[in-house]
C-alpha cells in the first residue's frame, strides 16, 4: 500500500517499503540493466568473440581452415548454450532453478572444450586453437572441481571474460587489455543481483588467467 508525505511542501508517494515511486523504477531500471549485462557476457557469448576476433585478427595463423572456426563456434558457444535452452524450455527443469542450469552449463561446456582441444590435435589445428581450447578446458576443470568438490561458486562471467582478453593480448596486442573494462559492469551487476561475493568474482578471473598460463606451457610441449 502507498502512502503520502510530504516534501518540500510537495506530496510524494511512498510505497511500503519507504522507497518513492521514482526510486522504485530506477531500481527496476538498475536491476533490469544488470540482468542485462549478465546474459550479454555469458561464457557462450564471450567465447564466440575470442573465437571470432582471433578468425579476424590473424586468419589462417589462428585457424587452419574455416571449417575450424565454426567448429569453434559449436564447441565452445552453442553446445555450451544447450543447458540454457532446456532449462528454459522444460518446466521440470526450470522449476529447478539456477543450480541445475549452473550444474549442466558446466558439464555441457566441459564436454564441448574436451570436443575442441580433440579437435585441435586429431584435426590438424593451429597453435592458436590448441592454446585457446586448453585455456577453456583447464579453466572449466578449474570450476567444476571448485563448485562440485569444493562447494566454492567462482565467478563464470569473470572466468569468461578474463581469459579471452587475456589470450588475446598474448597473441594479438596489448590493445586488448582495454577489454578489460568489461570487469566493471561485470563485478556491478553480479553484486547488484547478489549472485557472487567479491571473493567469488576475483576467483573467477584468477582462474581462467591461471589457466591460460598452463595452456601455453601444455601447447609448447604438444606443439
Not at 523504477?25 to 573465437?51: F, G, I, Q, Y
Not at 583447464?138 to 579471452?164: E, N, V
Not at 551487476?189 to 598460463?213: D, M, N, T
Amino acid at each position: 500500500m502507498e502512502q503520502m508525505t510530504a516534501a518540500g511542501g510537495a506530496k510524494l508517494r511512498v510505497d511500503k517499503n519507504g522507497k518513492t515511486k521514482r526510486e522504485t523504477a530506477l531500481t527496476r531500471a538498475e536491476t533490469s540493466a544488470a540482468k542485462a549485462v549478465r546474459v550479454l557476457t555469458v561464457p557462450p557469448v564471450m567465447a564466440l568473440m575470442l573465437a571470432t576476433a582471433l578468425f579476424l585478427a590473424l586468419g589462417k595463423t589462428a585457424f587452419a581452415r574455416p571449417i575450424n572456426y565454426f567448429e569453434a563456434v559449436f564447441s565452445l558457444t552453442l553446445l555450451p548454450m544447450l543447458p540454457y535452452a532446456l532449462c528454459a524450455a522444460v518446466p521440470s527443469m526450470r522449476r529447478k532453478g539456477r543450480k541445475l542450469e549452473r550444474s549442466l552449463a558446466i558439464v555441457f561446456s566441459l564436454l564441448g572444450y574436451v570436443m575442441g582441444t580433440l579437435f585441435a590435435i586429431l584435426g590438424g589445428g593451429t597453435r592458436v586453437e590448441l592454446m585457446m581450447y586448453l585455456t577453456y578446458l583447464i579453466s572449466g576443470a578449474l570450476l567444476a572441481l571448485l563448485s562440485f568438490a569444493f562447494r566454492f561458486k567462482a565467478s563464470g562471467h569473470t572466468c569468461a571474460a578474463a581469459g579471452p582478453f587475456a589470450l588475446l593480448t598474448y597473441l594479438v596486442g596489448p590493445v586488448w587489455l582495454a577489454g578489460y573494462l568489461i570487469m566493471v559492469p561485470i563485478f556491478t551487476s553480479s553484486l547488484k543481483l547478489k549472485r557472487h561475493s567479491v571473493a567469488q568474482l576475483i576467483a573467477g578471473a584468477a582462474v581462467s588467467v591461471g589457466a591460460l598460463f598452463a595452456a601455453i606451457g601444455l601447447t609448447n610441449l604438444i606443439r
